[in-house]
C-alpha cells in the first residue's frame, strides 16, 4: 500500500490537467482509474449519463461530461466544459471508438453510414476536439507545464485484417494524422502520440470478436498503466531540456507505431 502511494505521489501526471473521451467503459474507465490514481485532475467524456454518474459516484474527484464526440455541433461544449472543469488542459487522450458495423462487415457490405460513424468517431471526433484544445494545450507549454495529446490507434491500423474496413480506415486516418499533428506542434512544446493498446478484455473486444476466449486478452488496466507510462516518457522528453535527439527519438517511435 506504501508502495503504491510512494508510486503516486511522485508520479509525473500528479496535479496535470487531463480529459478522457469514452471513459466509461473498458480502455477509457481504465484510464480514468489510473490517472486518478496517480493524482491527475481527470475529466471524461461518453454519451450514456447513467454509466457516467456511476463512474463519477466511484470516484467523486473526476468530472462526467456527456457529450458525442461524433457530432460537430457537441464538440465546443464538450471542450467548453472540459476547459471549465479543469481550468485548463495539459493531456488530452481520445479514446472513445466506433467498430462501425458488427458484426463486422466485408467493405462491399459496409453501408455508407456506417463507414462514415467510423470516420466521425474515430477521426473527426479527435480532431475536432483537439482543435478546440489546442489552445489551451499551447498555453500549458508555454508555462512550462507538460501538453500532450494521445491517441488510442490500433493494429487494425497497420494490418489489413478482412472485415475491419471501416474500423481500420480509420484507425489508420487517425494514427497519420497524428504524425503529422507531432510535426506540425513539437517545436511548439505540444507532443503527439498514437499507441495500440493491445487486444484487451472491453465490450468492444467482445462485439467484434465474440468467440474470443477473454482470459487471452490484456485487462484494460494493464494496458491504462503502459499509456499512463506513455505519457509520462513524452512529458519527460519535454523536461529534459527539450532536445532535439528527444524529438528525434519521439518522431522514431511515433513512426513505427511504438508510441
Ligand atoms: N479492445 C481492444 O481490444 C482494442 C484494441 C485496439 C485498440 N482499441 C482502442 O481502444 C479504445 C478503447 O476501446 P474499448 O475496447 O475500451 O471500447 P469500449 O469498451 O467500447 O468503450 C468505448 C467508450 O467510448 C465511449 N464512446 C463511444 N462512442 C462515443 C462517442 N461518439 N462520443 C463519446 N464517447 C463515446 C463509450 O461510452 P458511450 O457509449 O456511453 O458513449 C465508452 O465509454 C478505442 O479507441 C479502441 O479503438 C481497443
Known amino acids: 500500500m506504501n508502495n503504491v502511494h510512494n ?15 469514452g471513459g466509461t467503459s473498458g480502455l477509457g ?13 481527470v475529466a471524461f ?4 449519463r447513467e454509466r457516467i454518474a456511476n463512474v463519477a459516484l466511484e470516484h467523486p474527484a473526476t468530472h462526467g461530461i456527456a457529450g458525442d464526440v461524433a457530432r460537430k455541433e457537441e464538440i465546443h461544449p464538450i471542450a467548453m466544459q472540459i476547459l471549465g472543469r479543469l481550468g485548463g488542459l495539459d493531456v488530452l487522450v481520445n479514446s472513445a471508438s466506433s467498430l462501425g458495423p458488427t458484426p463486422l462487415a466485408l467493405l462491399g457490405d ?5 463507414f ?7 477521426v473527426l471526433g ?19 507545464r507538460a501538453a500532450v495529446v494521445l491517441n488510442v490507434s490500433s493494429d487494425a491500423a497497420i494490418n489489413a485484417y478482412p472485415g475491419w474496413g471501416a474500423y481500420g480506415a480509420s484507425k489508420a486516418a487517425l494514427h497519420h494524422m497524428s504524425r503529422i499533428w507531432h510535426e506540425e506542434l513539437v517545436s511548439e512544446g505540444v507532443r503527439f502520440l498514437s499507441a495500440d493498446p493491445g487486444d484487451m478484455d472491453t465490450p468492444l473486444h467482445a462485439l467484434a470478436v ?17 499509456l499512463a507510462d506513455l505519457i509520462n516518457a513524452a512529458i519527460a522528453q519535454r523536461t529534459s ?8 527519438t519521439l518522431a522514431r517511435n511515433v513512426e513505427a507505431g511504438i508510441t
Do not use: W
Open 7 to 21: 508510486i503516486a505521489s511522485h508520479d509525473p501526471l500528479r496535479g496535470l490537467r487531463v480529459a478522457i473521451t
Open 29 to 41: 474507465l481504465a484510464l480514468v482509474r489510473e490517472m486518478a490514481r496517480r493524482g491527475a485532475h
Open 126 to 144: 479527435p480532431f475536432r476536439l483537439t482543435k478546440a484544445l489546442l489552445g489551451a494545450l499551447t498555453a500549458s507549454a508555454r508555462k512550462g
Open 116 to 122: 462514415e460513424q467510423a470516420l466521425a468517431t474515430n
Open 241 to 248: 531540456a527539450d532536445a532535439p535527439s528527444a524529438h528525434a
Open 110 to 114: 459496409t453501408e455508407c453510414e456506417d
Open 210 to 226: 465474440p468467440d474470443a476466449d477473454p482470459t487471452t486478452l490484456k485487462r484494460p488496466a494493464v494496458a491504462a498503466a503502459e
Open 45 to 48: 467524456v461518453a454519451r450514456n
